[in-house]
T-cell receptor
Framework: KAGVTQTPRYLIKTRGQQVTLSCSPI?????VSWYQQTPGQGLQFLFE???????NKGNFPGRFSGRQFSNSRSEMNVSTLELGDSALYLC?????????????FGPGTRLTVL | AQSVTQLGSHVSVSEGALVLLRCNYS??????LFWYVQYPNQGLQLLLK??????LVKGINGFEAEFKKSETSFHLTKPSAHMSDAAEYFC??????????????FGQGTTLQVKP
């Protein structure tokens, strides 16, 4: 099975712009979660989508949004970019094995905001 | 609410020495616990997980962890470090009952350095 893929791998934007990141989950996985990783704050949960519905949400401002399509692919959008949004954005897709939601991570998208 | 604390942001060991990375958790419900490893410029790879049952969990690459409820700990160990083990390690707890959500709370991470 192919793993989780994220595109693009690297992005450079300027303050005030918006950006859209894409995540393709492992085939058959219906849950996609997004995380932000920064040196200062570490790994922080953004949101989770399951069957096109947002199931969980982290403590991020409304500039961060996401969606999931019927084929389970997910996108996240950040509007009005700020310098502090520079981070590695990780996507994870989930399967339920033994009653546990086990997450598989993609390689991430490195976003730099200038 | 669940939380995770990793003691020591940086651990340095010699090749062949014991690796011990510490993780303490807080959870109001029985926790589902994980250790992930991250190599430079890569995503996270699952090393091992604890759900229920046996408290000593074996993972990939010779790592294991022991769940100790009385100490609220889930420390990661490996008897003999390899150079290839140099990476950043994250302890995480799954939010919600039975780990039934795709939301993980991570510790701050521990960078493992392996000296020749």
């Amino acid at each position: 099975k192919a793993g989780v893929t994220q595109t693009p791998r690297y992005l450079i934007k300027t303050r005030g712009q918006q950006v859209t990141l894409s995540c393709s989950p492992i085939s058959g996985h219906r849950s996609v979660s997004w995380y932000q990783q920064t040196p200062g704050q570490g790994l922080q949960f953004l949101f989770e989508y399951f069957s096109e519905t947002q199931r969980n949400k982290g403590n991020f401002p409304g500039r961060f949004s996401g969606r999931q399509f019927s084929n389970s692919r997910s996108e996240m959008n950040v509007s009005t970019l700020e310098l502090g949004d520079s981070a590695l954005y990780l996507c994870a897709s989930s399967s339920k094995r033994e009653g546990l939601v086990e997450q598989f991570f993609g390689p991430g998208t490195r976003l730099t905001v200038l | 609410a669940q939380s995770v604390t990793q003691l020591g942001s940086h651990v340095s060991v010699s090749e062949g020495a014991l690796v011990l990375l510490r993780c303490n958790y807080s959870s109001s419900v029985p926790p589902y616990l994980f250790w992930y490893v991250q190599y430079p410029n890569q995503g996270l790879q699952l090393l091992l997980k604890y759900t229920t049952g046996a408290t000593l969990v074996k993972g990939i690459n010779g790592f294991e962890a022991e769940f100790k409820k009385s100490e609220t700990s889930f420390h990661l160990t490996k008897p003999s470090a390899h150079m290839s083990d140099a990476a950043e390690y994250f302890c995480a707890v799954s939010v919600g009952n039975s780990g039934n959500t795709g939301k993980l709370i991570f510790g701050q991470g521990t960078t493992l350095q392996v000296k020749p």
